[in-house]
């Protein structure tokens, strides 16, 4: 039965600070169920979210507004991004982290706009999802939140769209940081480390700390070599220990030239025990005079940045259960869920 009879204090609290970004009144309610709805709603899709609600009109009313009615999802986004200064505890810092990854989220459907093919290395097989870049923010009080985001096209839309890959789409997240002043060192995975997004990060004078492949090639005494073969001819003498948690690693740090990479940078390799040959994790960094103990409290924030709002979204949240077929429909979905 129908249990919702009035909104959540921090849905109403939710309402005061955003109501004004709708132009009516019933805008301003569809707001507040839907955001109920990804908070509470067993079933977090349209029809769903409606049907708990003891008095609400049609579903169709709640569907209209999501994918058809004017109002700025970016108006939002700053918005909510603004609010989150007023706190200590998620405001900006020169000791936060902005972590860059992507995530792959189901759909049921092939027919919703952008979704695809996606091969989910997780679960080793391909499923039909949409492919989102997003960035986040990791304060150093540990709280984190997304900041923005981007969607791949599907491949068979790419010619018609002139779609854009991972590259760019990460590219244009960090422009976005940038313009938007926000202060800290960018992290992410191997799938962002490539010369074009370190250049363009040298070229912003802004810090970095990005995971390498151990197949990615490096110049090592005067020729390229891929970096697990540097890792087999490192002396066991030259690892030095660094704990991290509970757990003891060895490392190699010097500075190397990475091909099409047009400034200098520092990597970093891993070992579990020191007597392997076999390296475990390889890092790089472009501040040079940065201790390998900064190095690995930054890059770690790209669990807590991007994992955990991966996981908290998509079972909490509903981040993937939104079935409106329309791109903006799901547009405003994404922007509905950081929200919430």
């Known amino acids: 039965m129908p249990a919702i009879v009035d909104f959540p204090t921090v849905v109403k609290e939710a309402l005061a600070l955003f109501g004004d970004l709708f132009d009516t009144e019933p805008a ?9 709805g ?30 058809e009615v004017q109002w700025d999802v970016t108006a939002l986004n ?15 810092s020169v000791r936060g982290v902005i972590a860059i990854d992507n ?15 996606c091969w989910d290395q997780a679960d080793e097989r391909h499923v039909i999802a949409h492919d989102y870049m997003i960035s986040h923010y990791v304060c ?41 002043g926000i202060p800290g060192d960018f992290t992410f995975d191997s799938y962002c480390t490539s010369a074009k997004v370190l250049n363009h990060l040298q070229s912003k004078q802004a810090a970095y700390v990005g995971d390498l492949k151990l197949n990615r090639k490096v110049v090592h005494t005067g020729r390229e070599q891929k970096l697990q073969d540097v890792a087999r001819q490192i002396p066991w003498g030259a690892k030095k220990p660094v704990r991290m948690g509970q ?23 891993f070992w579990r025990e020191r007597d392997e040959q076999e390296a475990s994790n390889a890092l790089v960094r472009n501040r040079l005079g940065w201790e390998v103990i900064r190095m690995i409290l ?11 709002f991966h996981r908290d979204g998509k079972q909490q949240l509903g ?17 509905r869920v950081s929200a919430a």
């Open 28 to 36: 301003r309610r569809h707001f507040a169920e839907y955001l109920t």
């Open 38 to 67: 990804l908070m509470v709603a067993e079933n977090k899709t349209v029809s769903g979210i409606n049907r708990e609600f003891a008095l609400t009109p049609d579903q169709a009313c709640l569907n209209r507004w999501l994918t």
């Open 78 to 92: 700053d918005r909510r991004l603004a609010w989150l200064q007023q706190a200590p505890r998620t405001r900006y």
């Open 103 to 117: 995530t792959l989220v189901d759909h049921e459907g092939k027919l919703i706009d952008d979704v695809g093919w």
């Open 140 to 180: 150093p009080s540990g709280a984190h939140y997304p900041i923005e985001w981007r969607r791949l096209k599907k491949r068979e839309t790419w010619a018609a769209k002139a779609c854009k890959d991972h590259t760019p789409l990460c590219i244009e997240l960090i422009d976005d940081v940038l313009t938007r």
């Open 247 to 269: 757990r003891r690693y060895w490392y190699f740090s010097k500075q190397r030239r990475i091909p099409d990479v047009a400034h200098p940078v520092r990597g970093v390799l």
């Open 298 to 308: 930054v890059y770690r924030h790209r669990w807590t940045g991007t994992e955990t």
């Open 319 to 335: 981040l993937g259960d939104c079935q409106v077929r329309s791109g903006e429909g799901q547009t405003r979905h994404v922007y």
